[in-house]
């Protein structure tokens, strides 16, 4: 009888090798897909965007990203998201650090219904909170004359709405992760529990508070329900306006494009610088 041919052991390695070649080439072109077509559309002049696209541009021009700054007030609402989101995201941070270290640390009456809480803000949807916040800044408004709707100030207050649970939640999972030899520790060398947090748990847990830093961050950066209801036209932000780009008679599709490559990249520089940290903080405490 013929002998059997042997199959050689890396063949199916081999096979896995060739699937995944195939399947991360396509998931690549798949996210560089819409990169390429926006970086092409925001070089083009508005007459060769307006028509058929065109993969290869027959003329490049950087004009548009000179005009996005003078069509609408584009770097007022830099200014805007950023004073809102770079303050939403400290109030997230430092509010979620201490409720995250008395979860994880102490033991006090309603912890469990607290943690549970936290959580279940989670499984509803951004909208079911815009009526309701909504009618709060415009009572408080009338009632005590401060400014909520409409302010810098109010729009921080409803991102914190959806941004301090979760972070909340993340940093009592990190925190539990952290030996508690180190509280102890620094008790022993005359730190109190203000000090044992600030000194020795904080900065083991620089992971995690970045992640939950870069999370508040994108949060508000890229929000637009609650900025096209909260915000009037001197406190908008970058995501509401870019829809000035558009008007009754035309769309400026190629300064679109422009200006949302210019509204990506601090969210993409500060994701790049803190990738490590970021990757460190979604992972912790995963085994334990």
Partial sequence: MPETRRRSPLAPARSFQAVR???LTLLTGSVALPVYVMVTSSLKPLADVAGAFHWIPSGLTVRPYVDIWHTVPLAQYFVNSLIVAGSATAASVVIAVFAAYAVSRYGFRGKRVFTVTVLSTQMFPGILFLLPLFLIFVNVGNATGIALYGSRAGLILAYLTFSLPFSIWMLI???DSVPR???EAATVDGCGPL???LRVVVPAAVPGIVAVAVYSFMTAWGEVLFASVM????TRT??????????????YWNQI??????VSVPVVAGFLLLQRYLVAGLTAGAVK
């Fill in 181 to 183: 030899d180190l509280d």
């Fill in 231 to 234: 915000t009037n036209q001197q």
């Fill in 257 to 262: 494009m422009a200006a949302s490559l210019v």
């Fill in 173 to 175: 999972g990190y925190f």
């Fill in 238 to 251: 970058l995501a509401v306006g870019l829809q000035g780009y558009s008007t009754q008679n035309d769309v």
């Fill in 21 to 23: 070649a195939v399947f």
């Fill in 195 to 197: 000090g044992a947090l």
